[in-house]
């Protein structure tokens, strides 16, 4: 006996399996072909049982998975590859098909689809040729980033989250492990390696277990220094997620050392990060500059140097420096990467708007099984969540809420406090609602910026 759960997969799948079906024989065959309509009648059966119990069925396109709730649905490449990539070159993420939508409106999306990304692209993109053929009940999405400029007074924390910061003397601790590399770097002299480790030691002793790193992050951005807070950016949440992947304290501690020290060529070269391009020769020297320099040191872990040299090697090594034979790069190289890689997606710069945290999950998505390893990358949304404490989120029935815990099993489902009702009504008092613990056919819909939505935080403070 099937649970609900498994039956509603189960439809999912038989939509998906036969709308791929109808796209590939649609290529092979004039329109209303019966090879055509037998697969869309199957695809409109499965919806049709999937919309008897809900309104509406959104689903996420995340790289080749596509995503229903908080779970992929189980190898989706295998019977549906074909109709994925179609919507993933249309610049789809998310596809919701509304009470109603029928065998036509899934015949008009199957007939379009045949049309390439670029002539779909000059008739103003998939949602709006849908509309012009009329199809309201089928809604495509792509999920904007929209500029969002944080500040310390921008970052809206709700008083249910309990936050704290990294206390100044870790701060001044991180400042003067900093100023000892940079000024040993200015001096050409070996790097000295124990001020970075005992900041990184007090930073094990600070972090709040249990506690999310970005919101300590969040804490974080008064600090002017760009490198500064980088590297406790980094470090803080190479930490973190040492300790979630259940690594000894020595382990943390070392993995923690090697990612404050690993832009140290990029450091040496004294320019503003910011304003390399990353395609730049110059830039693309720095592991090895960094790596040389580490070799210099004073006792410093071979951790540190590997890391320093591969962490833009990425997973698949199309990255760079480029090692002729190597097979494999280092697993913590590809952890200090990835979290590089995110923090670079969160603070933004000059010419970038800094990404909110679901943003740069998804941006990073794209790039698990390429860049990183797809494990490596679900360990660690599971560590910051996807949405971060303070984002207010709107869910699929209309209510809006503010994240206040992210549930590392449910990295789309976190604790929420409702704040506005379907039908508009504000509460005056926040209702508790723990996703993972609700119907599956709750879902977030996206995040939002309140602003957009009048919503006075100062009210949930
Ligand atoms: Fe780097």
Same mark, same amino acid.
């Given at each position: ?6 039956s ?10 036969? $709308? ?5 024989? +649609?290529? &092979? ?8 309509? *037998?697969? /869309? %009648?199957k ?14 069925l ?11 709730g ?34 036509s ?5 199957v ?13 103003g ?11 309201r ?19 809206? $924390? ?5 936050? +704290?910061? &990294? ?7 991180a400042? *003067?492990? /900093? %100023? ?57 949440l190479?930490?973190a ?10 382990e ?16 040496s ?5 910011q304003?390399?391009p990353y ?15 580490? $070799?210099?040191g ?10 320093a ?16 034979g190597?097979?494999?790069i ?38 698990a ?11 660690f ?7 971060s404490?303070g ?19 449910h ?21 508790? $609602? ?8 709750i ?12 919503i ?6």
């Amino acid at each position: 006996m099937l649970s609900a759960y498994e039956s509603v997969l189960r439809s999912i799948e038989e939509l998906l399996r036969s $709308l791929n079906g109808a796209l590939r024989v +649609a290529q &092979l065959y004039p329109r209303g072909h019966s090879a055509i309509t *037998s697969s /869309l %009648e199957k695809a409109a059966n499965a919806l049709k049982i999937l919309l008897e119990t809900r309104d509406r069925l959104t689903l996420g396109i995340l790289e080749n998975e596509v995503i229903f709730g908080d779970r992929a649905v189980y190898q989706t490449t295998h019977f549906a590859g074909y109709l994925v990539q179609v919507l993933r070159d249309n610049g789809v993420d998310r596809v919701t098909f509304l009470t109603g939508c029928n065998q036509s409106d899934l015949g008009e999306l199957v007939d379009l689809l045949q049309k390439d990304v670029e002539s779909i692209h000059e008739i103003g993109g998939i949602q709006h040729a849908l509309h012009a053929r009329g199809i309201r009940r089928i809604v495509m999405e792509r999920l904007t980033t929209p500029p969002l400029t944080r500040k310390t007074e921008d970052i809206f $924390l709700p008083e249910q989250i309990k936050a +704290a910061p &990294l206390p100044d003397s870790l701060i001044v601790q991180a400042q *003067s492990g /900093l %100023e000892d590399v940079v000024g040993s770097l200015n001096k050409r002299k070996p790097i000295p390696v124990d001020p970075a480790r005992a900041y990184v030691y007090e930073l094990t002793q600070t972090l709040v277990e249990g506690q999310s790193p970005l919101l300590t992050l969040a804490l974080l951005e008064s600090h002017e220094d760009g490198w500064l807070k980088r590297l406790v950016k980094v470090s803080t949440l190479a930490v973190a997620f040492a300790r979630q992947l259940g690594l000894s304290q020595s382990e943390v501690e070392a993995l923690g050392t090697s990612a404050f020290l690993y832009d140290i060529g990029l450091l040496s070269m004294g320019v503003d990060i910011q304003d390399l391009p990353y395609e730049d020769e110059a830039f693309q020297t720095h592991p090895i500059e960094g790596a040389k320099i580490l $070799l210099s040191g004073k006792e410093v872990d071979r951790l540190s140097v590997i890391v320093a040299f591969e962490h833009h090697m990425w997973h698949d090594l199309s990255g760079f420096p480029k090692v002729v034979g190597k097979k494999k790069i280092h697993p913590v190289a590809e952890l200090v990467g990835l979290i590089d890689t995110f923090v670079d997606l969160i603070s933004g710069g000059p010419d970038r708007p800094s990404h909110r945290s679901d943003q740069a999950i998804l941006e990073i998505s794209r790039y698990a099984g390429k860049r990183f390893d797809p494990r490596l990358f679900t360990r660690f949304v599971a560590m910051t969540g996807v949405f971060s404490p303070g984002t207010f989120v709107r869910l699929n029935d209309g209510r809006i809420g503010i994240v206040i815990q992210t549930n590392p099993a449910h990295v789309l489902r976190p604790q929420l406090r409702i704040i506005r009702l379907s039908d508009g009504t504000i509460l005056e008092t926040p209702e508790f $609602l723990d996703l993972s613990r609700e119907p599956v056919s709750i879902v977030i819909l996206d995040a939002i910026n309140p602003s957009d939505h009048g919503i006075d935080t100062s009210q949930y403070r």
